[in-house]
C-alpha cells in the first residue's frame, strides 16, 4: 500500500498523525506528508493508515 498528500487540500488538522504517527508527519505549520517519499505504507501500519484516510475531514489522503 502507497499513500498521497494532496498539500493543497490538507488543512493542517493534524488528525493523520495523530491516528498513525509512524506512517504521517506534520510540518512546522501542521501540515501533513508521509514519513517515507514514495508513501509506502509497511504493511503491519494498513489498517491504521486506512482508519487515518477516513478520519481525515478534507479528504486530502489517497491511496494510490
Not at 27 to 39: C, K, L, P, R, V
Amino acid at each position: 500500500m502507497r499513500v498521497k498528500v494532496d498539500p493543497t487540500s490538507c488543512l493542517a488538522h493534524g488528525l493523520c498523525a495523530d491516528i498513525c504517527p509512524s506512517v504521517f508527519v506534520l510540518d512546522e505549520w501542521g501540515y501533513a506528508s508521509t514519513m517515507e517519499a514514495d508513501g509506502s505504507v509497511d504493511p503491519s501500519l494498513e489498517a491504521s493508515a486506512k482508519e487515518a484516510i477516513a478520519g481525515c475531514p478534507e479528504r486530502a489522503i489517497v491511496e494510490i
